[in-house]
């Protein structure tokens, strides 16, 4: 499997907003649904959204409901999440992965190294 390639991370102020984007394989991209997900150290990690081969039907964690869009662009292979209202306990690693019912697919073993968001107070 081909790693994804995440991007977009960096430090923002609390309220702020980044966009991250994710590049994956064209098959992955297109067999199943991409997520995000979220890490942060001594945390397990979360999934944040998710968005199926359609684009038309996303999902959202409940924590980022109205203020995190997830969308995709099937002809580039990308998925982005815009971030909007940032808060500091957002401040993680952010990856990209197929998902399966908000959870990672069984058998995906091929992270990339993600992106990191940083929050500041």
């Known amino acids: 499997q081909a790693q994804p390639v995440e991007s977009g991370g960096g430090l923002v102020q609390a309220g702020g907003s980044l966009r991250l984007s994710c590049a994956a394989s064209?098959?992955?991209?297109?067999?199943?649904?991409m997520g995000w997900f979220r890490q942060a150290p001594g945390k397990e990690r979360e999934f944040v959204a998710g968005?199926?081969?359609?684009?038309?039907?996303?999902y959202y964690s409940d924590s980022v409901t109205g203020r995190f869009t997830i969308s995709r662009d099937s002809a580039r292979n990308t998925v982005t999440l815009q971030m909007s209202s940032l808060k500091p306990e957002e401040t993680a690693g952010y990856y990209c992965?197929?998902?399966?019912?908000?959870?990672?697919?069984?058998?995906?073993?091929?992270w990339g190294q993600g992106t990191q968001v940083t929050v500041s107070s």
């Open positions: 992965a197929p998902t399966v019912s908000r959870a990672v697919r069984t058998g995906f073993a091929s």
């Open positions: 064209g098959r992955t991209f297109s067999s199943y649904v």
């Open positions: 968005i199926d081969s359609s684009g038309h039907n996303t």
